[in-house]
């Protein structure tokens, strides 16, 4: 699951604060949402999902996020919860350097030997977009821990 913020709007001492959502699957199926996250709540305001989901999963969708949504905006539900107000990360930071370029060609290959998309394999693990993902796997090549994209002739 990746979360990252979209706006706020402080009113007062409230803020509003919204967050686009995307869960992907091994499968290739995958939810993009936008959730508001005020005053300890999770409200849902758009969802498109591949395929579609059934009603059951959208009636429990919010909870599957309302932890992650949190975590993102530093906040626990109602309560202040005990990150700090300035976390703004659904997951751990990813190494960089050497063992970050380690990791990433580690995930790559593994998803390469599942048959998934190693590219979406990489953005699950790093939280990163696709663009982003797609330079540091460049990164990667170019450090020589994975092959060639290209044979040279």
């Known amino acids: 699951m990746s979360v990252w913020p979209a706006w706020e709007v402080r009113e007062g001492e409230g803020v509003t604060a919204w967050f686009h959502v995307r869960l992907a699957f091994t499968d290739g199926a995958r939810v993009d949402a936008l959730a508001v996250v005020a005053e300890g709540q999770v409200s849902v305001e758009d969802v498109r999902a591949q395929p579609a989901l059934s009603l059951d999963d959208l009636a429990v969708f919010a909870d ?3 932890g992650p949504l949190f975590e993102a905006c530093g906040a626990g539900p109602a309560e202040g919860g005990d990150e700090p107000a300035g976390s703004r990360r659904a997951r751990p930071a990813w190494p960089r350097g050497v063992e970050g370029r380690l990791l990433l060609a580690q995930e790559y290959r593994a998803a390469q030997e599942d048959g998934v998309d190693p590219v979406l ?5 790093t939280g990163h977009s ?3 993902s797609l330079r540091l796997i460049a990164q990667a090549r170019d450090a020589g821990y994975l092959t060639p994209r290209h044979a040279r002739r």
């Open 64 to 66: 599957w996020i309302e």
């Open 121 to 125: 394999a990489v953005m699950c693990a």
């Open 130 to 132: 696709r663009r982003k």
